[in-house]
């Protein structure tokens, strides 16, 4: 059975759920105004230019959920949800997510995006599986820190290689869908590569390389 793989920011949401989810904690109060958005938009910038820190990154996007109960948060991504998520539902892509689930392909989300904010995102997209950071759980709630390889650039590639030999599976026939050139090392892996609304990056070497390019934009 093929497996069609999917990054979810920018690529099936027309946002990136990381970044809002900084927004939304910013308009609870629930973190440093100043300093929050100061390093929200300094990584996404780094995010974009290819420069990223992950461990630096990490280490502040997870530091609220260690900070706040369980409770408080689940409470919090319901809101979320409706406000951040819901209107950057892409329909093209729940189009296309349907015609590969026709076809009978295993659906998967893998994105650089942690576990609590995306598990939601994935369930409401009907996606079953899914490859996340994994925010490291202590007695029942979040420490801030990561547990195991973080889902980004090469760790995409680690982290599926893990997951398919649990399922024992293969990437024979695969698809891979993402919008940015720091999924490159996972694109290359594919047997069917897909550029999503991408990147002037990505567009260049999707080009190059004669790969599929497409829009899930209206």
Same mark, same amino acid.
């Given at each position: ?34 300093? +929050? ?9 780094? +995010? ?12 502040? %996007?997870?530091?609220?959920? %260690? ?35 026709? &076809? ?17 995102? %994935? ?53 891979? +869908? ?16 897909? %550029? ?20 899930? &934009?209206?």
């Amino acid at each position: 059975m093929s497996l069609a793989i999917f990054d979810l920011d920018n690529t099936l949401l027309s946002t990136d759920s990381d970044h809002a989810w900084g927004e939304f904690l910013l308009e609870q109060g629930a973190v440093d105004a100043v300093a +929050y958005q100061a390093a929200n938009e300094r990584f996404m910038a780094d +995010y974009n230019a290819g420069t990223l820190d992950i461990d630096a990154f990490l280490e502040v %996007a997870l530091k609220p959920l %260690a900070e706040n109960s369980p409770e408080q948060l689940a409470a919090w991504h319901q809101q979320f949800m409706v406000s951040k998520i819901e209107p950057h539902i892409l329909p093209k892509a729940e189009e296309l997510i349907a015609r590969h689930r026709t &076809r009978g392909h295993t659906l998967l989300i893998i994105t650089a995006t942690n576990q609590f904010i995306t598990g939601p995102i %994935a369930e409401r997209l009907g996606i079953d599986h899914l490859i996340a950071v994994q925010p490291e759980m202590v007695d029942g709630r979040y420490t801030g820190k990561v547990d195991g390889i973080p889902s980004f650039r090469e760790g995409k590639v680690a982290r599926l290689e893990q997951w398919l030999e649990h399922q024992e599976m293969t990437l024979d026939g695969a698809w891979f +869908y993402s919008d940015s050139h720091n999924d490159l090392p996972l694109l290359e892996q594919v047997d069917h590569p897909v %550029a999503v609304d991408p990147d002037d990056t990505l567009r260049e070497i999707a080009e190059q390389r004669q790969w599929r390019i497409m829009s899930l &934009r209206d």
